[in-house]
């Protein structure tokens, strides 16, 4: 099956500084993907759309200047939240559909678990 | 009212036995329908996806929709302790943006 990747997995940083996390398509090319949040005990909610050679698309209440994504190539897009606070701690999925979906599935990476002190 | 809305759960079934989770969606318009498997602090695992009315079986999975009904179920048959996670639905019109429920959690008793 497809498979997405992301790194790092989990990552601490202080109050007010950026984070990046990238998610990789490490077999295929993946000229959209998508980024999840997931706070403790819920569910998955998108938060935006990585569009290759455009401007990603955000989910309404999604915050594009605080949630920058950039899509660089067919197999790599990053999400960097920018000057973090506590409530943006988090567990944070991408995922990308294989080349060849007959429908909508998606294949979702490891997740990368931010916490923010 | 939600969009999806799966039973509350938590779910314990003894090993062996049929686990059945269910799931309802409220817009009528939706037309692919999936399951995900999630282990604690793990990223979410396709499991089964279904676009017709039906069964669609995949080994001990089984998934049934019924869009009259707004509904769609997952069955495990012989479950497993390895089975133990959270199950999520996940519905969609005709494109990628996937709504989640918030998920059943299924505990198989060895």
């Known amino acids: 099956g497809a498979v997405v990747s992301q790194h790092p997995s989990w990552v601490i940083c202080k109050s007010g500084t950026s984070v990046k996390i990238e998610c990789r398509s490490l077999?295929?090319?993946?000229?959209?993907m998508f980024w999840y949040r997931q706070f403790p005990k819920q569910s998955l909610m998108l938060m935006a759309t990585?569009?290759?050679?455009?401007?990603?698309?955000?989910e309404q209440g999604v915050e594009k200047d605080k949630f920058l994504i950039n899509h660089a190539s067919l197999t790599l897009s990053t999400l960097t939240v920018t000057s973090a606070h506590p409530e943006d701690s988090s567990f944070y999925i991408c995922s990308a559909p294989p080349q060849g979906a007959r429908g909508f599935e998606q294949y979702f990476g490891p997740g990368t678990r931010l916490t923010v002190t | 009212q939600k969009e999806v809305e799966q039973n509350s759960g938590p779910l314990s079934v003894p090993e062996g036995a049929i686990a059945s989770l269910n799931c309802t969606y409220s817009d009528r318009g939706s037309q692919s329908f999936f399951w995900y498997r999630q282990y604690s602090g793990k990223s979410p695992e396709l499991i089964m996806f279904i676009y017709s009315n039906g069964d669609k079986e995949d080994g001990r999975f089984t998934a049934q929709l019924n869009k009259a009904s707004q509904y769609v179920s997952l069955l495990i048959r012989d479950s497993q302790p390895s089975d133990s996670a959270t199950y999520l639905c996940?519905?969609?019109?005709?494109?990628?943006?996937?709504?989640f429920g918030a998920g059943t959690t299924v505990t198989v008793r060895a």
């Open positions: 990585s569009n290759e050679g455009s401007k990603a698309t955000y």
């Open positions: 996940a519905v969609t019109r005709n494109d990628y943006k996937l709504s």
């Open positions: 077999d295929f090319q993946a000229t959209t």
